[in-house]
């Protein structure tokens, strides 16, 4: 029995990220079991990617159970807009916390038995019957439970088989990304850059930076690293192109780093003697194995298939200007659980879900298209070209992306 005097209900989240880990927590708070199945067969480490942290992440860490320690990340005090000379052009006081999917994931993992994380679990389909939901695994392995939770990702399983139309949208740019460690950049690039979030805004491009924690959640002067993003423009055709890797082999969606092109990292080391300020230069250097992101978006107005349901990424991904996809992971499965707590009918509930969060991903996902424009392509409407004209000025890009609260603007 669980708080409500009824048996325990009982979840299965499909995906050991942020969605699935974010899922089991609020649902284990309101007195549902909760079991969360991981495809890797390794625990999820060294993705090594920046998150920047907004209210409702914090809110939602909190709530969950996870909490929001001291040594959550790096506190940046200022943003900076630098020039091709890296000559400071605008700046602006603006802290912010800027933590890693890595320490979040860590946090999350924290919160759940490690008994109901299962890593090398693959989703292959599921089937119910209106009342009860039986997952199916690789190697014949099954699970009943009264909710299954589709956490799986952009490229989600689960709702391929209950949405197969729902296709993310190729955004015509991608991001040539990594992490240097700080104690590989030169003095200069410490000095100028690696204490902010900084800006280089050419046209048709976005290149930018801030502090993240070294491995391990090293916080330690000397320990940290620095996570770099260069946004760049590139047709459907170019990026096919880029998915062909070192041994000729032709990728969907995109290539694992260490099997992209040797050409490709050339050209792009080309072309950043030719563009970038010194000390970004310096930071695309010093990464070991850059490697680059296409950028897609799309939302589901469904949401909820009889007991399967999609969350965060599953559901909707918006472009990562915002930088807010943890966060609406988090205040997904944190409208979840507050449906189901106070709807004692589990359809309903999942209605409820369904009716507050499809539009609020619907808004975030136009919000990224508008920062986007500032990329300048596939302007279609007379609005997206007044926002591309607002964004030509640094110090309103320095005002529009990933900032907190666009929600409520
Ligand atoms: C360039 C870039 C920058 C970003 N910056 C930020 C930022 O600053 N702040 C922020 O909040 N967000 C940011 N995001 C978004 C953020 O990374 C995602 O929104 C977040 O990771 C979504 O979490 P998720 O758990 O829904 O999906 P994912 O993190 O994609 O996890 C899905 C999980 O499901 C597993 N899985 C997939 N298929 C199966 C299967 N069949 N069976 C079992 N398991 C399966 C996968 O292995 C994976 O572990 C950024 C994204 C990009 C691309």
Redesign the pocket.
Known sequence: MNVHGRAARRAVA???????LFAAAFLRKIGWQVDV????PIE?VGRG????T?PE?LEALELSGAGTPRDLGIMVERRIAIDRKGRVIADKPYPQMLTS?DRLQRLLRDTLPPENYHLG????RAEQDGSEVVAH?SGGRRERADLLIG???????VRAQVAPAIQPIYAGYY?W?GAPNESDLAPETLKTIFPHFVFYLPERQQVIGYPISGFDNDLRPGRRRYNF?WYRVGDAATLREMCVDQNGHQHEYSVPPPLIRRDLVAGLMAEAEQELPPAFLDTLRKIPQPFF?P?YDFTSPQMVFGRIIL????AS?AR?HM???????GDDARALADALASHDDIDRALAHYQAVRAPISEKIMMHGRRLGTHLGVNLKTAEDRAMWKTLQDYRAMMDWI?VPNFLAA
């Open positions: 499909i995906g050991g990220s942020m969605s699935g199945y991981e495809r890797s999820l990617a920046g998150i920047t907004h992440l999917w679990w693959n989703f292959e695994f956490g799986d990702g952009i490229r989600s399983g991001i990304r993003i992101t950028i969350l965060g990424d599953a991904s990562p930088g807010f996809g943890v966060s609406k992971a990933a």
